[in-house]
């Protein structure tokens, strides 16, 4: 069976939403304008391949305008001189993100991970980039009522202050990355969800504490929850020599605590598929027919990606793989999910993975929209 990309929904090239909003939205500055510039055609016309309404692309671009892009900072002129923050994206383009979402039974969603930059980010006046996330985040509110700050108040603690970096500059000076906060949005039809992953690292650097106990000590305070963080804290224990301090995170929904999800995500440089596997079941703690399944599509990408040869054809010696497990405060579950780290790898070689294994998975019109998008590319 052979699969083509559709054409996207038929729009007029000078109707096309992100040109109207390009020739009617003032810009707030040069560099405003100069990241509209590079981000809008690629949104936009993603948006329209991706099949979102036309209500639904004019609403995403205008957030991207209004809230995204005066939080990304300066737009990097040709020698980088105006850069005096080092984000922690795998992006040389900037401090962002843009992937789709694809899930069973539901609508592809777009998602832009984003970590905001403040104006004077990285100078003395503002050593560790203290507040533009939040600041984002409370645009975002302004923007769409039901976006609760409950749990990012309950964890910004673990954030150290541009104050306490001060105090302890010289237990954090050696990091070339100081980020502590990635805001991450996905677009829908209708509305837009949020959710922070915060850095325990900073802290650990700063305090000389343990980055994992600063993590699971603010986990611990959630006394309210049924959080089973055992089996997650047991696990990464006994693994910390070969966690990657720097991809850890602890993320959470924007939410009501009974809607929303916490999630630990960590990665580790991983060189065979029973590693991924101990790592999936957390060494065995996580068991079932949930568990066995998800591997399944896990070891089906796993085979397809890493015996690829790398761009160049130099041959691959490890993949970085990120974990996250997904604890529920509702009934205690834990959900393991795994994302390969493929910025080295052929595109071809990855989307011809994607394609077999939506295949398998009978995601037809998931295929058509891949396709379609990668032909934006």
Avoid at 10 to 34: A, C, G, M, R
Avoid at 225 to 248: G, H, I, P, Q, W
Avoid at 254 to 275: F, G, N
Wanted: proline share 6%; glycine share 4%.
């Amino acid at each position: 069976m052979t699969f083509t990309a559709s054409p996207p929904l038929e729009q007029s090239k000078t109707t096309q939403p992100w040109k109207v909003l390009s020739q009617f939205l003032p810009p707030q500055s040069i560099d405003h304008q100069l990241w509209w510039n590079k981000l809008a055609p690629v949104i936009g016309s993603s948006l329209s391949r991706a099949r979102y309404g036309i209500d639904a692309q004019y609403q995403s671009l205008l957030l991207v305008q209004s809230a995204i892009i005066p939080a990304l900072g300066p737009f990097q002129n040709h020698d980088s001189s105006n850069m005096t923050w080092t984000d922690c994206m795998a992006n040389s383009m900037g401090p962002l993100d843009v992937s789709v979402n694809y899930q069973n039974d539901s609508k592809c969603a777009f998602r832009i991970t984003i970590e905001p930059v403040g104006p004077y980010a990285g100078t003395d006046s503002d050593p560790v980039n203290e507040i533009a996330a939040k600041q984002l985040l409370q645009t975002l509110s302004h923007i769409q009522q039901g976006i609760d700050f409950s749990w990012f108040d309950h964890f910004e603690p673990m954030l150290i202050t541009n104050r306490e970096a001060r105090q302890h500059w010289h237990a954090i000076s050696h990091l070339p990355c100081k980020s502590q906060t990635v805001v991450g949005i996905d677009l829908h039809e209708d509305h837009f969800t949020v959710k922070p992953y915060l850095s325990p690292l900073l802290n650990a650097a700063a305090t000389g504490g343990d980055f994992l106990q600063t993590m699971f000590n603010k986990l611990r305070a959630l006394s309210s929850t049924k959080l089973n963080l055992s089996v997650v804290e047991e696990y990464l224990s006994l693994r910390k020599d070969s966690v990657l301090a720097e991809k850890t995170y602890l993320s959470f929904d924007c939410k009501s605590h009974r809607e929303s999800r916490i999630k630990i995500y960590t990665a580790m440089d991983i060189t065979s598929l029973e590693e991924v596997r101990d790592l999936w079941t957390l060494g065995g703690r996580l068991s079932g027919p949930d568990i066995d399944n998800g591997f399944d599509i896990v070891s089906k990408m796993w085979n397809m990606i890493y015996p690829k040869p790398l761009s160049g054809g130099q041959l691959r010696q490890s993949l970085t793989v990120n974990f996250n497990w997904e604890l529920s405060p509702k009934d205690g579950s834990v959900a393991p999910k795994a994302y390969f780290l493929v910025d080295r790898d052929l595109d071809e070689n990855v989307s011809s993975a994607l394609v077999s294994l939506f295949k398998d998975l009978g995601w037809k019109n998931h295929i058509e929209t891949h396709l379609t998008l990668e032909q934006e590319v």
